[in-house]
């Protein structure tokens, strides 16, 4: 199988590196080919994720299976184990993947990077200046949200964080050609110019408040993700501050799921509660004549809709 070069711009120091993202098929849709990803579900719900090769056998407490069993067999199918057991074979989501990947860092959750993407607005053919490579979660989310017409570009400071996030990356967005990686600090500028959206996953975004008010186009969004109220508190104050962003609004999202049953439905037993707050806000033109004051006023979040009975 060969190897396609991901695509790496110089840093800051004018550093070059060098990576290589081996090719893959699609792991969406069809039957299952040598080095898609399989996710094997067994009778009580758990979950193993697996990459496919014909010399492979998968083990497990309830027998063993030659990965050549699931090759060429359409997603969705049952396969037995040596020992009669059943287990459904699919594809993992990027969701999926994500809590099983390797990482070096924490990930962001699927229920995080669902609501980013959003909040962001990604769209197809998008401009994204990502900060915080970690382990590729985020960086792939954005690139399958900006498709091929669209560009993300990474900003990241440690080199030993890249190998395992593009092998992560190379596993879920095989097309590298839409990704930058520019080894250098965010914090210190962003050489981008007219960017849709900025994305920050570092423990000290207000210091690219400023360059993010040079870089993005007008209307543009930046989004922070950030774990701790300390940290949001300190944004959205140098964001207040700069009249050049307005909308600023800061969410965290719960996730809770249910138990349905034949004879009950209740809240499951665990939750993932907290994980970060979401922090955004839009690049506009600065009001004309606002002080800090009522540039805070205007800037924290929408206004409460009217009561239409009133």
Not at 100 to 129: C, E, H
Not at 137 to 144: E, H, N, Q, V
Request: charged fraction near 20%; include cysteine.
């Amino acid at each position: 199988m060969g190897a396609t070069p991901c695509r790496f711009d110089s840093d800051l120091r004018h550093q070059k590196v060098s990576y290589k993202v081996i090719e893959k098929a699609k792991t969406t849709g069809g039957r299952f080919q040598e080095g898609d990803l399989a996710l094997l579900i067994d009778r009580k719900g758990r979950r193993y994720l697996l990459t496919l090769s014909m010399e492979s056998t998968f083990h497990t407490h309830v027998g063993t299976l030659p990965h050549k069993e699931i090759i060429g067999r359409e997603q969705g199918g049952w396969v037995h184990t040596s020992r009669g057991q059943s287990l459904l074979a699919v594809k993992p989501t990027l969701g999926d993947y994500v809590l099983a990947m390797p990482r070096g860092s924490q990930v962001i959750y699927p229920k995080d990077l669902g609501n980013i993407l959003m909040l962001a607005d990604i769209f197809p053919g998008a401009t994204v200046v990502e900060a915080g490579l970690g382990s590729g979660a985020l960086t792939s989310a954005l690139l399958r949200a900006v498709g091929e017409a669209g560009r993300v570009i990474t900003y990241e400071i440690r080199e030993d964080m890249v190998a395992r996030a593009m092998r992560n990356i190379s596993m879920l967005a095989p097309n590298a050609s839409s990704h930058t990686l520019n080894m250098g600090d965010v914090y210190e500028g962003i050489h981008e110019q007219d960017v849709d959206r900025i994305v920050l996953d570092v423990p000290e975004p207000w210091h690219v408040v400023s360059h993010a008010a040079q870089a993005l186009t007008m209307g543009g969004i930046f989004l922070s993700f950030l774990p701790t109220v300390l940290q949001i508190h300190r944004l959205v104050q140098a964001l207040t501050s700069d009249s050049r962003f307005q909308l600023i609004e800061t969410v965290e999202v719960l996730l809770r799921p249910w138990s349905v049953t034949q004879h009950s439905v209740r809240p499951a037993h665990r939750m993932v509660a907290h994980t970060g707050f979401i922090t955004t806000a839009r690049r506009c033109a600065p009001k004309a004549g606002a002080t800090s004051e009522t540039v805070a006023e205007t800037a924290n979040g929408r206004p409460e809709l009217e009561d239409q009975d009133e």
